[in-house]
Structure formats: structure tokens, C-alpha cells
Nanobody, 123 residues
Framework: QVQLVESGGGLVQAGGSLRLSCAAS????MGWFRQAPGKEREFVAA????????YYSDSVKGRFTISRDNAKNTADLQMNSLKPEDTATYYC????????????????????WGKGTLVTVSS
């Protein structure tokens, strides 16, 4: 089981930026999901082990950037131009060993999860 620890959440005004970080080790694809109160957990972004492949949801494409530093064992999510609808608890996830599977948008494809970090965007 991979231990994942998120950090970097907080309160920010609309239009602002935040950077989330996930500490994890191992040759796993990494992903970020979010869950707002009363809503299902939704896919935000994913990155392959090498960092050469990234995917984003349509709602964050062009505003968020996922990256990883395998030397430091971190996977980050840079969030720019934040909107109130981005308010949610953000979760880091680690996938099975190997490449990103075709079901990476589904929460049940991911194997291990962090406890989440809250991001609140005020209008």
C-alpha cells in the first residue's frame, strides 16, 4: 500500500492560484481528484510514471497543471485562475504499477488514496 499525503490547500479568492503537493514514492501513475459536498468524486488530472503523459478534465484544462518530481517523490497540481466552482476537497491517488490505464478517469481504477486537502475559492 502506498502512503499518500497531500498539502497546500487553503482559502483563495477567485482568480488566484494554489499549488497542491502529494508526497508518494514508487513507480506509479499519479492522479488528482476532487469532491465537493453532496457530489461524486470527479477526475481532475493524471500523470504517468515518467511524466511524459498527462490528462486533464475539460473543466480544468488550460488552468491546472499536473507535474511530478520522481527524485523528490512528489506529484503536484498547480491551480491557476481558480473559480468558486473549484471549491472541493482534493485527493491524491496512486494507480497500479505500470502505465495509465484507459479507465484512469474512474475513481475505482486508482489503488491508493490520500486523506484529502480542502480548497476553498471565494467569489
Amino acid at each position: 500500500q502506498v502512503q499518500l499525503v497531500e498539502s497546500g490547500g487553503g482559502l483563495v479568492q477567485a482568480g488566484g492560484s494554489l499549488r497542491l503537493s502529494c508526497a508518494a514514492s514508487g513507480r506509479y501513475p499519479m492522479g488528482w481528484f476532487r469532491q465537493a459536498p453532496g457530489k461524486e468524486r470527479e477526475f481532475v488530472a493524471a500523470i504517468s510514471w515518467s511524466g511524459g503523459t498527462t490528462y486533464y478534465s475539460d473543466s480544468v484544462k488550460g488552468r491546472f497543471t499536473i507535474s511530478r518530481d520522481n527524485a523528490k517523490n512528489t506529484a503536484d497540481l498547480q491551480m491557476n485562475s481558480l473559480k468558486p466552482e473549484d471549491t472541493a476537497t482534493y485527493y491524491c491517488a496512486a494507480g497500479p504499477l505500470g502505465s495509465l490505464g484507459e479507465n484512469y478517469r474512474r475513481p475505482n481504477w486508482w489503488r491508493d488514496w490520500g486523506k484529502g486537502t480542502l480548497v476553498t475559492v471565494s467569489s
